[in-house]
């Protein structure tokens, strides 16, 4: 069984520029969240995905987007950058949605700098 | 006020001691996650718990529901414990998962 994987480990990126963030899910698992950890702070919920739809957002803003493929892989996408994006990105695989009782899986994350 | 709030943020503790790190929370929850954290990496379940103890090797997790209080217990402690120990809760109105800030164990040699 592999674990979650996530590429690419480290980004660097300029203000107002465009990312995408890959996460690949543990095999068997349909549900991807994705979070963002800045620096000396917990991770905070981005979004999740559940079977190719979005399952959930927390307080970010639109030009945060996300897409999750047949194969339960995911991608976070940020448009337009701010210097504040700069954070570790995160992605769990669980299987079933958040609120079940299922644990989840968390991806080594990258880490994205934004100049 | 957060949501999760851990204690204490930071610990320096001496290889060998018993260390204890504590999360409250103040929504209603279906599980309490106890998560760690190295350097620079990603995030490593240790615990999923929702009533009792579960215990891991030197890990030991308690949760108290009534007073919405949770711990986390490592005993004999040994320098490659140091990393950041995050308390997470899952929201049982939401669903979703709310992250304490974490506490950075350091254990010196």
């Known amino acids: 069984e592999t674990g979650v994987t996530q590429s690419p480990t480290h980004l660097i990126k300029t203000r107002g520029q465009q990312v995408t963030l890959r996460c690949s899910s543990q095999s068997g698992h349909n549900t991807v969240s994705w979070y963002q950890q800045a620096l000396g702070q917990g991770p905070q919920f981005i979004f999740q995905?559940?079977?190719?739809?979005?399952?959930g957002r927390g307080n970010f803003p639109p030009r945060f987007s996300g897409l999750q493929f047949p194969n339960y892989s995911s991608e976070l996408n940020v448009n337009a950058l701010e210097l504040d994006d700069s954070a570790l990105y995160l992605c769990?695989?669980?299987?079933?949605?958040?609120?079940?009782?299922?644990?989840?899986?968390f991806g080594p994350g990258t880490r994205l700098t934004v100049t | 006020k957060n949501e999760v709030e851990q204690s204490p943020q930071n610990l320096t503790a001496q290889e060998g001691e018993f260390i204890t790190i504590n999360c409250s929370y103040s929504?209603?929850?279906?599980?309490l996650h106890w998560l760690q954290q190295h350097p620079g990496g990603g995030i490593v379940s240790l615990f999923m718990?929702?009533?009792g103890k579960k215990k891991h090797g030197r890990l030991i997790a308690t949760i108290n529901i009534q007073e919405k209080h949770s711990s986390l217990h490592i005993t004999a402690s040994h320098p490659r414990d140091s990393a950041v120990y995050i308390c997470?809760?899952?929201?049982?109105?939401?669903?979703?998962?709310?992250f304490g800030q974490g506490t950075t164990l350091q254990v010196k040699p």
């Open positions: 769990a695989s669980s299987r079933g949605r958040q609120g079940s009782y299922y644990e989840q899986y």
């Open positions: 997470a809760v899952t929201n049982s109105n939401t669903g979703k998962l709310i």
């Open positions: 929504v209603g929850i279906s599980a």
């Open positions: 995905y559940y079977r190719e739809e979005e399952n």
């Open positions: 718990l929702s009533s």
